[in-house]
């Protein structure tokens, strides 16, 4: 039977690829392809936090609501993590390379369109599209690096592509503060369509169509329902648990919803000819291991990079663009150590990095929970810095270890898999910890309250406090004498810095569970199957 086939050539260790003749010219030069995609990737990457800023501006210009503006994220990353592993077996099926420029066709195109429209059920059905293509994109730049670099090179090669999703993330809301505001918030979007045009030029000279011999035949439809089904109720779940609550029945029906559906898949994978991702590939427990620890790595610092933004805007009051410069120590140290991850990676395995690299994850996350309201820029900068570099091996190295272990016709669906991780993790992490922030605030605002001798609150007032005191806004009342309003703004300020300390504290955990996840994981078998020595 095929799917017994699929299984055993899993298992087997691979042979060995025929080495292929040097890059001659711009085609298929590695260093040149690397340039080629990260262009691409970039564009996908800085869409993810550049909007954020944008968001206020297009509320106002559109007359859009609060849960319409919600949409504009939380559809784009919905699309983004519903479709990535189908997207990556597409490029595992008809080539990366097409799969790639495609996404950026789409992508760029999907940007002008949202630049273009004039109402917000416009603005977020173009972000769903921009999620789908963005989709496409990104496991084909890493099928790319796969097949395009020697093993010997890999890891620096994935090094500098995590650099550039690192810089680019961090560095959204600097340059989206930028463009709102001194040009407009359709800039925001309009920017990407010159960046895909020079995507999609270099991408046709310079990317090289690689496919392995083996690589599927056949698409794997039931199995691509139930996975978009699975990650469609799971993602669903985790972006409205905030507003239904935790131990709401439709957060629930959903979470059960996704569990059945993810069994389903599993049931099905294990009979159909040429499944969607051969259940063989997770025997692999490094694989295992490097998409474990991609989630916990996001959750902690999704999850913890989500209230700093508050901390900064509303608790010190900073502007977008201050916000964003703020964070420079922690973009500054994954644009450094990236690539220095990448070399060390190569030299001695990805344990000891990983492990590393987790625990200084920890010791950021557990000196940020020790942050005050007054803290000063400098100690800041120490945590944000510390964080940076302890998340530079993690993303390289746990990329190699999915990416490396899983066979090279299954290069697009581990790519898949990879940034599948990493979004599941930061959605984990975002309403995880937003329910440890929410729950500390609704614990000590009511005491706090009080013991500033403030006048008391209804229920109902008391519950619409809470709510601005999670985001760090200080609910002061519009004629409050100063003196009032100076308590009311220590006091939610204080609540905040309470319940963004026992979040941190959360994160610290999952980036200590981490650390023992990264010593399961080992080098991957199958690096040889990429390419050989090129242009190196």
């Known amino acids: 039977m095929t799917s017994q086939i699929t299984v055993d050539k899993a298992d087997k260790a691979p042979e060995p690829a025929p080495v292929p003749a040097p890059a001659k010219g711009l085609r298929g030069h590695p260093w040149l392809t690397l340039f080629a995609v990260a262009i691409g990737v970039m564009m996908v990457a800085l869409d993810g936090t550049i909007v954020a800023i944008a968001n206020p501006a297009i509320q106002k210009d559109l007359g859009a609501t609060f849960a319409d503006v919600q949409w504009i994220t939380n559809g784009y990353f919905l699309a983004l993590a519903v479709a990535l592993i189908t997207a990556g077996k597409l490029g595992d099926r008809f080539g990366h390379r097409q799969t790639f420029l495609i996404g950026v066709v789409g992508f760029a195109a999907a940007s002008g369109a949202i630049g273009l429209s004039d109402s917000i059920a416009f603005v977020v059905t173009f972000r769903v599209l921009q999620g789908l293509f963005g989709a496409l994109l990104m496991p084909a730049a890493l099928g790319l690096l796969r097949a395009t670099f020697p093993a010997e090179k890999l890891n620096m090669a994935i090094g500098i592509w995590g650099m550039v999703i690192g810089a680019s993330t961090a560095g959204g809301p600097i340059l989206g503060g930028l463009l709102v505001q001194h040009v407009s918030w359709q800039s925001v979007f309009f920017i990407n369509v010159p960046v895909g045009i020079i995507a999609l030029v270099l991408g046709i000279v310079i990317l090289k169509d690689h496919r392995a011999e083996n690589a599927p035949k056949s698409f794997d439809v039931v199995g691509i329902a139930l996975l978009s089904a699975a990650m469609f109720c799971l993602v669903w779940a ?40 051969p259940l063989a590939l997770f025997r692999s427990v490094p694989l295992s291991a490097g998409v474990v620890l991609m989630v916990l790595m996001a959750i902690a610092f999704m999850g913890g990079l989500f209230f700093v933004t508050f901390y900064l805007q509303n608790v010190h009051g900073m502007s977008p663009v201050d916000s964003g410069l703020h964070l420079l120590p922690l973009t500054g140290m994954m644009i450094i150590g990236s690539p220095l991850a990448g070399a060390m990676i190569t030299k001695m395995g990805p344990r000891i990095p990983l492990a590393g690299g987790m625990l200084c994850t920890a010791v950021a996350m557990y000196g940020m929970s020790t942050l ?53 993790g930061g959605s984990l992490g975002t309403a995880v910890l937003g329910a440890v922030m929410a729950s500390k605030v609704d614990s000590d605002l009511p005491e706090n309250w009080a013991d500033a001798k403030l006048p008391p609150l209804s229920e109902a007032q008391l519950d619409k406090a809470a709510e601005a005191v999670q985001v760090g806004v200080a609910p002061v009342p519009p004629k409050a004498p100063p003196s009032v309003a100076d308590q009311i703004t220590t006091v939610a300020h204080d609540t905040f810095m309470s319940g963004m300390g026992m979040a941190c504290l959360v994160a610290t955990g999952v980036a200590v569970v981490a650390v023992f996840v990264a010593f399961l994981t080992k080098r991957g078998d199958n690096a040889e199957a990429g390419a050989g020595v090129g242009h190196i």
């Open 238 to 277: 985790l972006i409205k648990a905030p507003e239904w609550g935790w131990g709401a029945g439709m957060t629930w029906t959903f979470i059960g919803a996704s569990v059945v559906s993810f069994a389903l898949f599993a049931v099905w994978e294990s009979k159909v000819d040429e499944p969607l991702i």
């Open 372 to 424: 005050e309201a007054g803290t000063g820029s400098g100690l800041m900068s120490i945590w944000f810095a510390l964080l940076g570099l302890g998340l530079a091996p993690v993303m390289v190295g746990a990329t190699e270890v999915i990416v490396g272990n899983a066979p090279m016709e299954l290069s697009g669906v581990a790519g898949g898999l990879q940034q599948a991780a990493m979004q599941i």
